[in-house]
């Protein structure tokens, strides 16, 4: 059965915080239970919060609360395959030479695409058969607020423990 991924050992980092002003949009408050605290980016482009976990996870589902007006229009996830999967695709590069391009160690995989409505509910993304990762990324893409601004109230990944 999936529980959340985020524990006390997962590190986040985030693209911007509105301000830099982390006491009161830091990136904490999306995991912290609280409907009244968020994270608010700063205005850019493209927003995103990154998520290194303690051992390897596979994702499959993805919950995400935004304010309305503030939401982003297109997401995407990514994922860092882990060592193990990295020595495995290292392998097979080897073994067949004429595959296109080399694998680096910080490439990164598209694992799911996904299209949040712009309201404040709690918006739920099943992720299908996500390869072991022990880093995701998720790109806000195409943000509801003209000057590209992301307002996350609750942020959670489920899933289990990969190995």
């Not at 739920?124 to 893409?141: G, L, N, R, S, T």
């Amino acid at each position: 059965m999936a529980s959340s991924l985020v524990c006390r050992e997962t590190q986040c980092r985030v693209s911007s915080v509105l301000n830099r002003d982390v006491k009161q949009f830091g990136k904490k408050f999306m995991f912290d239970s609280n409907e009244e605290t968020c994270w608010n980016s700063d205005q850019g482009e493209c927003q995103w919060v990154a998520l290194e976990f303690p051992h390897p996870v596979r994702v499959s589902r993805l919950n995400v609360q935004f304010q309305g007006g503030f939401s982003a229009k297109a997401c995407r996830l990514e994922g860092k395959p882990t060592r193990k999967e990295n020595l495995l695709m290292c392998h097979l590069t080897i073994v067949c030479p004429f595959s296109p391009g080399s694998l680096k160690t910080e490439d990164t995989k598209d694992i799911h695409q996904f299209y949040p409505e712009d309201n404040n509910s709690l918006q739920i993304f099943p992720i299908q058969e996500a390869p072991p990762v022990d880093k995701v990324k998720i790109m806000f893409e195409n943000s509801a607020d003209f000057f590209g601004r992301i307002i996350v109230y609750s942020l959670d990944l489920l899933g289990e423990k990969a190995y």
